[in-house]
T-cell receptor, first 112, second 114 residues
Framework: QKEVEQDPGPLSVPEGAIVSLNCTYS??????FMWYRQYSRKGPELLMY????GNKEDGRFTAQVDKSSKYISLFIRDSQPSDSATYLC????????????FGGGTRVLVKP | KAGVTQTPRYLIKTRGQQVTLSCSPI?????VSWYQQTPGQGLQFLFE???????NKGNFPGRFSGRQFSNSRSEMNVSTLELGDSALYLC?????????????FGPGTRLTVL
């Protein structure tokens, strides 16, 4: 079983809908939680970063971390066709330095 | 500010050969991490270099090696290539100074092993 599990999708939604993405993990040492977006033929780019449990909002994006359940989520409000991409969750621990453990990624398609 | 650059962008090799990939980090960044991305295994951490020293290592065989130069540029080498080494190889740079450092990814080198 992988340390970080993520539904691969694809997830297809109409423009304007809320996109809901989530990951579960097994390593309780993870302290830093990130969401990356990756367009085709590009490297991942950081969307959101959260330390420990809690919520964080940035524009149309909201990240939630529930360490007690080992569950993280990303919500995208008012989705746009330009949000069509693969979304990857990633995690690291205090002693992990820059070692990120990624979920498998969820492919999202926002239809006009 | 220039981003992370990787060369070459595409590479085709045959089994048994070796390959060297290059990564130039963002100016001022001292940490370079390498990742392998495949459809089956996703993004997996290979290793991280900070100030010319390997600081972290993932679970890959010894055929995968790397180094970092004094200007923070990094190279990754894969010897005795196998078909399963076909992947997108990504490098990421960061300052490397804190417990959490935002990592900026390059566009990757797509390696095909025939």
């Amino acid at each position: 079983q992988k340390e970080v599990e993520q539904d691969p999708g694809p997830l297809s939604v109409p423009e304007g809908a809320i996109v809901s993405l989530n990951c579960t993990y097994s390593n309780s040492a993870f302290q830093y939680f990130m969401w990356y977006r990756q367009y085709s033929r590009k490297g991942p780019e950081l969307l959101m970063y959260t330390y420990s449990s809690g919520n964080k909002e940035d524009g149309r994006f909201t990240a939630q971390v529930d360490k007690s359940s080992k569950y993280i989520s990303l919500f995208i409000r008012d989705s746009q066709p330009s949000d069509s991409a693969t979304y990857l969750c990633a995690m690291s621990g205090m002693a992990g330095g820059n070692k990120l453990t990624f979920g498998g990624g969820t492919r999202v398609l926002v239809k006009p | 500010k220039a981003g992370v650059t990787q060369t070459p962008r595409y590479l085709i090799k045959t089994r048994g050969q070796q390959v060297t990939l290059s990564c130039s980090p963002i100016s001022g960044h001292r940490s370079v991490s390498w990742y392998q991305q495949t459809p089956g295994q996703g993004l997996q951490f290979l290793f991280e270099y900070f100030s010319e020293t390997q600081r972290n290592k993932g679970n890959f065989p010894g055929r995968f090696s790397g180094r970092q130069f004094s200007n923070s540029r990094s190279e990754m080498n894969v010897s005795t290539l196998e078909l399963g080494d076909s992947a997108l190889y990504l490098c990421a740079s960061s300052s490397g100074l804190a417990d959490y450092n935002e990592q900026f990814f390059g566009p990757g080198t797509r390696l095909t092993v025939l």
